[in-house]
């Protein structure tokens, strides 16, 4: 499974679209993509126009979002106190955590906000 980042969402859904056939590629390939609620909060409250939040739906259902819970949170709050500089990182550190706990792989285009969280996965698709 791959947890995908906000920043992935909006590279495939908004704009020219630039991640749209990598994650197209994944999804013919069979790869389970998701995220956690964490990245739909982060999506929707972007400015999106609505045929960008029916893509989203289309795709990923808002209903099936990965819950953000207990553990997540106490695996999140381990890491801000693990990695460097953790302020302002906090979302990213939850996005990290449910991805972890969900045993997936993490898609992201900012590779360096997440390189330092142990046990975190990551999958650059669009070099496969």
Known sequence: MIHLDTCVLI????????SAPAMRSLIEQGERLSFSTLVLY?????????EE???????????????FGSVDAALASEFYR????????????AI???????????????PRDFADIPRLRLVEPTRR
Request: aromatic content about 6%.
């Open 82 to 93: 693990l990695v460097c500089r953790p302020r302002g990182r906090e979302l990213d550190l």
């Open 53 to 67: 939040l029916r893509a989203q739906e289309a795709l990923f259902p808002g209903s099936e979002a990965v819950p």
């Open 42 to 50: 982060e999506w929707l409250r972007g400015p999106r126009l609505a």
């Open 11 to 18: 590279d495939a859904l908004t704009g020219p679209r630039r």
């Open 96 to 110: 990290a955590a449910s991805a972890i706990r969900q045993d997936a792989t993490l898609w992201t285009l900012n």
